[in-house]
């Protein structure tokens, strides 16, 4: 399966991005598909995941009640709404796929499939 981000961009602090993840050449049908962020200089860090059998989401603490998972099933594509962002949501936002424990999730090694990237910048 084959990822591609896009919906990045520039946007005021306080203002919304809606983030896509596009999946290409197969179902994601068993896997877990999440969002990850790396900012200049630091580690990737989790965002959010989805089930993809099932439905169930998760968020870190830093994007709770500000972010949206969702996917849309016939597109093959899962969403990111991003809301009220803030200037330390700045970042490269990844999709990536795995089979691995739900318990697990949030640990970027066991991620082998990940698209390109797509910048979100907000501005202060």
């Known amino acids: 399966v084959q990822l591609q981000a896009s919906g990045g961009g520039l946007v005021q602090a306080g203002g919304s991005l809606r983030l896509s993840c596009l999946a290409s050449?197969?179902?994601?049908?068993?896997?877990?598909v999440s969002w990850f962020r790396q900012a200049p200089g630091k580690e990737r860090e989790f965002v959010s995941a989805f089930r993809w059998s099932g439905g169930t989401t998760r968020y870190a603490d830093s994007v709770k009640g500000r972010f949206i998972i969702s996917r849309d099933i016939a597109k093959n594509t899962l969403f990111l709404q991003m809301n009220s962002l803030k200037p330390e949501d700045t970042a490269t936002y990844y999709c990536a796929t795995t089979r691995i424990v739900w318990s697990e999730i949030a640990n970027h090694k066991w991620y082998a499939n990940w698209g390109q990237g797509t910048l979100v910048t907000v501005s202060s």
């Open positions: 050449g197969g179902t994601l049908g068993g896997y877990i």
